[in-house]
């Protein structure tokens, strides 16, 4: 996670490919004690409506602003170049970002994709259900990863950063249950990278998960709140009629204190919304 106060550099798949126009990399971010007020535009540059269901319920107030951007032939140039699986998710995330805040600039813009890695090998949304089961048969009784990547950008420029990792095992599946599986939830996985949603039946084909789930949903949620809140940009939270503030506390509420109830107890006298990260 990037510290603030600190430099926010470009992504390693930008610079590869050279698709800004020449300017310093190194961006020197707002000064810490800077507040960012979520009242303020906060803008989600993605379609996915699980992404924008965790930025609510986390009271993150926010408007959605999907980027259109041409996804496949980006990844084909990076394949090209032998970018990395984590450089590919970074950069895509990096240029919906970046389009959306060159027409907010006054907005922070959070861009936001994700990608499979099996075996070296990407994997993408499936086209057909027929491909959607290929890419289940192919995963079954393996292990793979999924890499989600979220930038923020504020003025054109890159803000902060995170790449979060989950390793998926995955049972050992009959050709009858994936079959299936593909049948009754294709409505659904076609928009999904690996053919499966774990909020869902898909739950079912894993074995183990070593990893955070909200990486798994396509967002390192986690990571952002505490880059919001270390920066001072936890603003405050949408509660129904009124705005109440917002706090954080880093770390396991027990190394904290012998009793987490108290922290709820002052939490709920102060009037505020707090939450463990």
């Known amino acids: 996670m990037r510290v603030p106060g600190r430099k926010a550099e470009l992504s390693p798949g930008l610079r590869r490919l050279s698709l800004l126009p020449d300017r310093d990399p190194h961006e020197i971010l707002a000064p810490a004690h800077r507040l960012v007020h979520m009242t303020a535009k906060f803008i989600l540059a993605s379609a996915s409506q699980i992404r924008s269901q965790l930025l609510t319920q986390a009271g993150l107030e926010h408007t959605v602003q999907p980027a259109r951007i041409d996804e496949e032939t980006i990844r084909d140039a990076l394949i090209a170049e032998d970018a990395t699986p984590r450089d590919i998710a970074d950069t895509l995330a ?27 090998r990407l994997l993408s949304k499936p086209a057909t259900a027929a491909m959607a089961l290929q890419q ?58 690996g053919a499966y949603k774990l909020e869902e ?66 939490l709920r006298t102060y009037g505020i919304k707090g939450f463990y990260v």
């Not at 959306?100 to 099996?118: F, M, N, R, T, W």
């Not at 803000?159 to 009959?174: E, F, K, S, Y």
């Open 94 to 120: 990096e240029m919906k970002a970046r389009k959306i805040s060159e027409k907010q600039p006054e907005a922070l813009v959070l861009g936001c994709d994700q990608v499979l890695d099996h075996r070296g």
């Open 136 to 193: 289940l048969k192919d995963m079954r009784g393996g292990r793979h990863m999924l890499l989600s990547a979220a930038v923020i950008y504020e003025n054109g420029k890159p803000l902060w950063r995170h790449v979060g990792q989950v390793r998926l095992h995955m049972r050992d599946a009959t050709d009858g249950y994936l079959e299936g599986y593909v049948d009754r939830n294709w409505q659904s996985i076609q928009h999904a990278v």
């Open 201 to 266: 039946e898909g739950v079912r084909l894993f074995t183990r998960i070593e990893g955070d789930y909200f990486n798994v949903l396509g967002l390192p949620l986690l990571e952002l709140l505490s880059f919001l809140t270390l920066r001072g940009g936890s603003g405050t939270v949408n509660d129904g009629q009124a705005k109440i503030p917002l706090a954080g506390v880093i770390g396991s509420p027990i190394s904290h204190s012998r009793s987490p109830q108290m922290h709820g107890h002052w």
